[in-house]
Nanobody, 123 residues
Framework: QVQLVESGGGLVQAGGSLRLSCAAS????????MGWFRQAPGKEREFVAA????????IYTDSVKGRFTISRDNAKNTVYLQMNSLKPEDTAVYYC????????????????WGQGTQVTVSS
């Protein structure tokens, strides 16, 4: 079992910044990659960013490139999402997720999910 707990969400004005954290516990040594997804009201969950646990390689969706940075602290089993230059369209519930076998933008690759943290960006 793997437990994922997100934190760091909140209300911020457009142009502001937030840093999300996702603390993993349990059988994390089997983690291959960690990802962040988000779901806005009335929309489907979408991929935001992912990081390969060992190499640190990263991938991002186009809409956040240059604004968001995913990183991890292996010793703390924690993954972060630094979000800068936030826009109202970034408003969503943000979820972190763990993949044991592969990585990519597809939600089906990830087998454990956190409960989500709300990010609201006001205009």
């Amino acid at each position: 079992q793997v437990q994922l707990v997100e934190s760091g969400g909140g209300l911020v004005q457009a142009g502001g910044s937030l840093r999300l954290s996702c603390a993993a516990s349990g059988r994390t040594f089997r983690s291959y990659a960690m990802g962040w997804f988000r779901q806005a009201p009335g929309k489907e969950r979408e991929f935001v960013a992912a990081i390969h646990w060992n190499s640190g390689s990263t991938i991002y969706t186009d809409s956040v490139k240059g604004r968001f940075t995913i990183s991890r602290d292996n010793a703390k089993n924690t993954v972060y999402l630094q979000m800068n230059s936030l826009k109202p369209e970034d408003t969503a519930v943000y979820y972190c997720a763990r993949s044991a076998t592969s990585w990519g933008i597809d939600a089906w690759r990830y087998d454990y999910w956190g409960q989500g943290t709300q990010v609201t960006v006001s205009s």
